[in-house]
């Protein structure tokens, strides 16, 4: 009978792809489900155990900046291949899969804003493209930030996470390390400070120079910090390492970074301490 089809029990349709709605993360350390909205309004800080989850750089301005207040500067700069560097792909192949995935042309977002009304320039790292890597785009752009920030009379701010130098530009790569470090000074020079926050991971060329020569270095509770890996670094020395090494907290006690500051609590300690050294005023 029709009635008998009508109200006949219907299996439930899995659905795929597209159709499922993105609502839940799992935290990576706890493996707590973790509803998106709660997790966006902590910061994608983990409620239940407190671990950092890893943010690109659209999600690293929202969390940090004044809504509305960030004006991007970045995006003119297009890396090439100037090597024809060729391993299991081509370089431009790489870039290419890594720019759909992140919608930006290298590893870098710099723009304007302010932290609880404290005007800044401010250069944020994404790991998501090519794991971080530091090309010649991403050098250019943190020296275009630091000549920015000195021209306007802005403190600058860098945030951090990166496995390295990009071996597919080979010394180009590396050369950037001198070039941020030069870039830099313009900055104090003039008086002006200089924060850098790394966040888990921050390694390679990144920590052995612009990361790790601020007036204040900030770190993510639990981010691995250093030049080597700790795995690396236990072949090569062939002893074992102490508890929680290159970790943040680590390197808090022992004098590598200023203060381990948990990211629900970074705009306000950046307002504060921006607000000090500018002697700007801080909204409430």
């Not at 006949?8 to 993360?25: E, F, I, K, M, Y």
């Not at 930030?145 to 590396?174: D, K």
């Not at 062939?238 to 590598?256: D, N």
Request: charged share 20%.
């Amino acid at each position: 009978m029709a009635l008998d089809r009508f109200f006949r029990r219907r299996r439930p349709q899995q659905q795929t792809g597209a159709d499922v709605p993105d609502l839940w993360t799992q935290c990576p350390n706890c493996k707590e489900g973790l509803y998106n909205r709660d997790l966006e309004a902590s910061a994608f800080v983990c409620p239940k155990c407190g671990h950092h989850l890893r943010l690109d750089a659209s999600q690293r301005v929202q969390v940090l900046l004044d809504e509305g207040s960030f004006v991007q500067l970045s995006g003119a700069v297009h890396p090439t291949d100037a090597l024809a560097f060729q391993d299991t792909e081509s370089y431009p192949e790489r870039l290419k899969r890594a720019q759909k995935k992140t919608g930006r042309p290298d590893a870098i977002l710099t723009g304007t804003g302010a932290v609880l009304g404290v005007p800044l320039t401010l250069a944020v790292m994404d790991f998501a493209f090519s794991g971080g890597s530091m090309g010649s785009v991403v050098g250019e752009e943190i020296a275009r930030a630091a000549e920015h920030a000195a021209r306007h009379g802005l403190p600058l701010v860098i945030v951090t996470a990166s496995g390295g130098a990009r071996m597919q530009e080979s010394a180009l790569s590396l050369m950037q390390m001198a070039k941020t470090t030069v870039a830099l000074e313009t900055l104090a020079e003039r008086g002006l400070p200089y924060v850098s926050v790394l966040t888990d991971p921050t390694t390679g060329g990144v920590t052995a120079s612009f990361a790790t020569i601020a007036d204040v270095i900030l770190a993510e509770p639990g981010a691995l910090i250093g030049f080597a890996g700790p795995r690396v670094i236990q072949q090569t020395i062939r002893q074992s390492l102490p508890e929680g090494f290159q970790r943040a907290e680590f390197l808090l006690s022992h004098g590598m970074v200023d203060a381990v500051v948990d990211r629900r609590e970074q705009r306000e300690y950046l307002a504060s301490l921006l607000g000090l050294l500018t002697r700007r005023e801080v909204s409430a």
